[in-house]
């Protein structure tokens, strides 16, 4: 094979390559999009059609122009600020504690024990079920919305963080105390790095749920402020269109969240196996 002969075939492999890269990239967002666009065609026939009544779920057109009335409220961007803040707050009001107690039960056989109980005793309990007893000691307060947000976030920190300390390959921990590594150094050395990509994980998961937990106790406390709220007041004024739209602007506030939670744990965990070299398939 001839030196322009070799240069051509490296030519052809490139091009092929760069190709079925751009078809990956395109392929996360052309799927997706056609799903939606699909989704919201049915939605549409089956409202045309008459098998679903227009007075209990508005068409597009009514829909939109809802959309368009809230996008332009300066009431929906408070809305939207209160409710994230509080599941924000909230979620590291969980988060930071919940972490550091399954680190410290991971590694602790005694505490596990300690604490195994109450934990499988108080992670069922949902936060909606609490919202009386917090409201009546706490009041419709941003405190009381944050510590329910706080109470559902504990348990799949503190959980996840367990699973991961005990997931440490023992030769690591073996190698750190061989060394003379001191427990401190071993926890941020070895310990935290092992069990970040489950911690992750859990971020990725609950952030969702902070902000549905958030929204859940503004339409359940009377007296606060955010986007259910608003929800319930479209939904006391008969406004159809605008309670939809509301749904539609919670659903795409937990979007962003989530969005926002997968790039960070990217930029963080940019070192791990998990994201080194990773492609959607």
Same mark, same amino acid.
């Given at each position: 094979?001839?030196?322009?002969?070799?240069? *051509?075939?490296? +030519?052809?492999? @490139?091009?092929r390559l760069t190709s079925s &890269?751009? %078809?990956? @990239?395109? @392929?996360?967002l052309v799927l997706p999009a056609i799903t939606? !666009?699909?989704l919201i065609a049915l939605y549409q026939t089956l409202i045309s059609a008459g098998v679903?009544?227009?007075?209990?779920?508005?068409?597009?057109? &009514?829909?939109?122009?809802?959309?368009?009335v809230a996008l332009t409220d300066p009431a929906t961007y408070l809305g939207m600020a209160t409710t994230i803040g509080?599941? +924000?707050?909230?979620?590291?009001a969980g988060a930071i504690p919940g972490a550091l107690i399954g680190l410290i039960s991971g590694r602790n056989a005694y505490v596990y024990r300690a604490l195994r109980f109450t934990v499988e005793f108080l992670r069922p309990i949902p936060a909606v079920a609490l919202?009386? +007893?917090? *409201?009546? $000691?706490?009041?419709?307060?941003?405190?009381?919305? $944050?510590?329910?947000?706080?109470?559902? $976030?504990? %348990?799949p920190f503190y959980i996840q963080a367990v699973y991961g300390v005990r997931a440490i390959n023992p !030769? &690591?921990?073996e190698t750190a105390r061989s060394f003379g590594v001191g427990r401190t150094e071993t926890l941020f @050395?070895? !310990? +935290?790095? *092992? &069990?970040?990509?489950?911690?992750?994980?859990?971020?990725?998961?609950?952030i969702v749920i902070a902000v549905l937990v958030s929204v859940s106790t503004e339409i359940l406390v009377t007296g606060t402020t955010g986007l259910g709220s608003l929800l319930i007041e479209y939904g006391e004024g008969a406004n159809v269109p605008g309670m939809y739209a509301m749904v539609v602007i919670i659903a795409f506030v937990g979007m962003l969240v989530l969005w926002g939670a997968s790039a960070l744990e990217k930029l963080m965990l940019f070192w791990h196996e998990s994201h080194r070299g990773k492609e959607d398939k």
């Open positions: 094979m001839t030196m322009i002969e070799t240069r *051509s075939v490296g +030519l052809r492999d @490139r091009r &890269a751009r %078809w990956a @990239r395109a @392929r996360k939606v !666009v699909v679903i009544d227009d007075r209990f779920m508005p068409g597009l057109p &009514a829909l939109g122009t809802a959309l368009g509080v599941a +924000l707050a909230g979620f590291l919202v009386p +007893l917090v *409201s009546v $000691i706490l009041g419709p307060t941003v405190q009381a919305r $944050i510590f329910l947000c706080a109470f559902m $976030i504990v %348990w !030769v &690591a921990l @050395r070895v !310990v +935290l790095p *092992s &069990a970040s990509a489950y911690i992750a994980t859990v971020v990725r998961l609950n």
